[in-house]
């Protein structure tokens, strides 16, 4: 995944006060290159006032459909694309379901990013794959995702595993074009099975086909 000899492994790892220097620096990197922040769920809280704590809360209990309802959302788990070889928090994913009407239209089961310094060297696709595969755990068999038409580099990657344009339509809450694309869980995890999963941490990759397994 990268150009040199050593071999990358990633995982994705739940948020924690553990990180909390490491998520606000990610998160900061943003800001600092004029970028958008995607896949962090409640975390970016932390530009609109919120403590880290406050935001940290928020994002853990999101899971909780009683939660998530009190504020008219749906319920996600957020998890952190960690590059094992260096313990770098090297992008995030937003993995959601019981979708709001809302969200059916546009917005879709995943979102994700990739920080600004680290883009360009195919992560994206690892934290995707990643992504599925906590898809999968909690009993989702397809999933939608969207970006903006102009973000080619999105759009790559969701073809790249499998993604398949359903429409491209003007979001009536941004007013941007976007396309919104579906892919089959299963059918992905499967068929680029033999492209990333040797990239999986292997004590992720023992406890998450454990549990799929139970399933």
Known sequence: MNNNNIMETFYLETPSLERKNEIIDYINEFVEH???INGTGSLDKILDGYTFEQALESCLNMQYEE???????????????????????????????????????????????????ERRKGYNKMNLYLGLIEAKKIGLDKVMLDCDVENLGSSKTMEALGGKLERTEIDPYDGILTSVYWINVDESLEKYKDEYVNSIDKSYKNSTYEMIKRK
Do not use: H
């Open 67 to 117: 939660y998530a309802k009190k504020f008219g959302m749906c319920q996600g788990k957020t998890f952190l694309l960690i590059r094992k070889n260096d313990n770098k928090i090297i992008g995030t994913i937003n993995v959601r379901w019981n979708l709001t009407e809302k969200m059916k239209q546009f917005g879709g089961n995943i979102g994700y990013g990739i920080r600004p310094t």
């Open 34 to 36: 004029k970028s958008d």
